[in-house]
Structures are given as C-alpha cells and as structure tokens.
C-alpha cells in the first residue's frame, strides 16, 4: 500500500513539476481520474487545446519551437506537414532512387504521386465543390468557412488544403445547426446570419420544410401588404426576421417550435446532401481517377514510348 502511494506521489509530482510548470495549484491526478476526462472534439486534435491555430509554422523568436508546431500530431493522425513529409520525402525519394530503369522512374512520378495527391488533396477538393454546388442550388449551408476566406487565391487554397481550409459539416454539426435553433443568442436572426455567411440562402433554406414557408408567406404579407414574397431576396426576408424577432409574432413562434424538431425537413435534406455527396467523392469520383484514369493515362503513355522505341507506328508498320 505504501509503495503504491509513492508511486501515485512521484507521479503526480512529475505532471505537476516537469510538464506543467507554473500552474498554480494544480489538481492532483487521482482527483482528475476520479472527476472522468472530457474527450476533444472529433477531428480537433491539439487544435482544441490552444485559443489560435498553432500548427501553421511561423519562424518568429523561437524557429525550433514554431517547426516543432508544425509537425505536432491531431490526434492520432499527423499534422499536414509531417504527413507530406513523410508520404513524399520517405516514400517517393527512395523509390524514386531505387527504381531499376527510366521508364520504372517515370511510373514512379506519374503513378505514386498522383496516387498521393489525389487521396491528400483531390478527394476533401471535390467534396468541397460538390458541397458548394449543393449549397447554391438548395439554400442550405452544407459546410463552414475559415475566417480568412475573401480573394481569389485564398479561396482556391482553402478548397485544396485538407485541413482548416473549408469543412463540410458533420451529421451532429448538421442537427446542431439546424434545429437547436435556442441555442442562438438571437433565434433566426443568428440562425439566417449563420446561413448566408456560409454561402447559403436563407428563404431557400427554410422554404426546404412547407409549413415553414406558409408561415413566411404569413409573416411576408403582415409585414409588407401587397408585397411579392416570391420575389424577395435573401436580405428581404433576414429583415422581415429581425422585424418579427423583436416582436415574437405567432408565425415566428410556430417558426421556432418546427425547427426545434431534431428531425426536421432541414436537417434531413442536409444530411441527405452531405451523406450523398461523400459517397460519391468516396466510393466514386476517387476510385475513378484512381483505377480509370489514371490506368489509362499511364498504359497508353507506356505503349506510345515502347512503340517509340521499337521502332514501330501505331499501325504496326516500321519507320
């Protein structure tokens, strides 16, 4: 018993003294055990554990410390830069200088890195596009964008980059979004504001559930008689809301109490949008470029040169 306390006291004293220094009055281990760990956010990684994103290296005063950052795992998986490091430096390079011939060193190039590309950067790419397309055609905001995300370049950037760049929602972020409506500080306003920062349309969106659009048409004529709700735009209708907000009309509250529903017309046509299109970059887009394009691209490739360096046309006949 007492060799067991001692062991529990160097190692509480070791977490305490060696790896958090200058806490004050830090919690001892066992209480930590006994209170129960509260699991990070999936995919957040040590993403959650600092206030700003760290991963990103930056040579400032300490440049050992920033490459340190950049290379930290998320989770269980590798940052992005140790993940290219790894998969192009110690893949690609000694393959690369260990292939036999020209011709295995020209596969090389075109087969492995296309391979690698496509699964690191192709696939959340297309997802991307696809999820874009999906969110202009149904209203709906089908991913969230970083804060930094205006010119041309940067927005391109953020589609390729796997990580932090823009992130289709999850099923649970989809359920939070869209029907945990009393968690917004401000109701629908917060709720359309939300919505048409992330590329969406708000009439369209709420207009997805019938009901929820007769209550708008209700709410459109109360506020402007005579006026076309057909017509009205996105900023029409956030400013009949925010109209409505303040003075919680019955059809705002009827509004409210559909969008509560968990498995309301919003939330299942958003996971429907979401669930199709990463089937389809997954199991098709992906595998296309992978086992077909990529096939071809490098058979007809290959008979072109042997055919070049037989001495032979395409029609058989010597040159």
């Keep these: 018993m007492k060799i067991n306390n001692m062991r529990n006291y160097n190692l509480d004293n070791a977490l305490h003294h060696n790896f958090l220094p200058g806490r004050p ?7 930590s055990l006994a209170k129960g760990f509260h699991p990070l956010p999936r995919g957040e990684g040590n993403a959650a554990l600092n206030a700003s994103p760290q991963n990103t290296p930056s040579f400032g005063a300490n440049p050992l410390q920033s490459l340190g ?29 260990k292939a036999r011939d020209k011709d295995e060193k020209r596969e090389i190039l075109i087969r492995d890195i296309t391979t690698l590309t496509t699964l690191i950067f ?18 709906l905001a089908l991913h969230t964008k970083p804060e930094n995300h205006s010119g041309s370049l940067k927005k391109i950037y953020n589609y390729l980059r796997p990580e932090r760049g823009i992130q289709p929602l999850t099923s649970e972020q989809i359920i ?11 109701g629908l ?20 559930d019938k009901n929820i659009a007769q209550h708008l ?3 459109h004529t109360k506020w402007k008689p005579g006026g076309d709700f057909e017509s009205a735009g996105s900023d029409e209708i956030m400013n009949m809301i925010r109209h409505f907000h303040k003075n919680r009309e019955n059809d ?24 199709t299109f990463d089937f389809l970059t997954t199991l098709v887009f992906v595998p296309a470029i992978l086992g077909v394009f990529l096939s071809y691209f490098n058979e007809t490739l290959t008979k072109r040169l042997y055919l070049g360096k037989s001495g032979r046309t395409k029609s058989g006949s010597y040159h």
């Design 25 to 31: 009055s830090p919690e001892s281990l066992s209480s």
């Design 69 to 97: 950052r950049a290379f930290e795992f998320d989770g269980f998986n590798f940052s992005l830069s140790g993940l290219l490091l790894i998969l192009y430096g110690a893949t690609i390079i000694p393959r690369y200088v």
């Design 122 to 139: 192709a696939r959340r790419s297309i997802q991307n596009v696809v999820s874009r397309m999906c969110s202009k055609a149904s209203g």
């Design 176 to 186: 939070a979004k869209y029907s945990k409506i009393q968690d917004y500080k401000n």
């Design 189 to 208: 306003v917060d709720f359309g504001d939300f919505v048409i920062k992330q590329g969406g349309d708000i009439k369209k969106a709420l207009c997805t």
């Design 217 to 219: 048409k209700s709410m």
């Design 252 to 275: 705002y509250a009827q509004i409210i109490e559909i969008l509560k529903n968990p498995n309301n017309e919003l939330v299942k046509k958003a996971k429907f949008m979401n669930s």
